[in-house]
């Protein structure tokens, strides 16, 4: 397994950031490589959606778990079916001096013996780690822009 963890400040409050990075379904109004996020079903806090993304080029399709907890400022998600199905992580959103610090980490493991460790390294350098910054990137641009 391969862990990774990218953070950003944002100069928002908390709440604000939460409430928008939670709204999955206006995920690509805020992060631009999104395609389409398409909640297709929703289970008080749980919720599975369908992502597109376009990553390095490539597009790339996959479903996703996602629970979200409010009171604790941060939400858990799993990959159940795509490219990296297995993949699983967290949002942290935590409040700092300058607004929110929010902190990104996957856990990238593919279970084939042997290749599975190169598998996990290519994903999580040419693709996942990108993504994330971009997301924290565009996140960070465009709320800051709202008023």
């Known amino acids: 397994m391969v862990h990774l963890s990218d953070s950003v400040i944002i100069n928002r409050p908390v709440e604000e950031v939460y409430r ?24 008080g806090t749980h919720i599975f959606v369908e992502r597109t993304a376009e990553i390095n080029g490539k597009v790339f399709s996959w479903l996703g778990s996602i629970v979200f907890e ?6 858990w998600f799993q990959q159940v079916d795509g490219p990296l199905k297995g993949m699983t992580g967290e949002w942290i959103f935590e409040q700092v001096p300058e607004g929110t610090k929010l902190t990104i980490t996957h856990n990238v493991v593919f279970k084939v013996p042997v290749i599975g460790k190169l598998l996990e390294l290519y994903a999580a350098g040419n693709y996942v780690s990108k993504s994330a910054k971009n ?13």
């Open 20 to 43: 928008i990075a939670s709204d999955v379904a206006n995920h690509p109004k805020y992060i631009p490589y999104f395609k389409k996020c398409r909640v297709l079903a929703r289970d």
């Open 70 to 75: 409010e009171k604790n400022s941060l939400f």
């Open 135 to 147: 997301t924290l990137r565009s996140l960070k641009e465009n709320i800051e822009k709202e008023k």
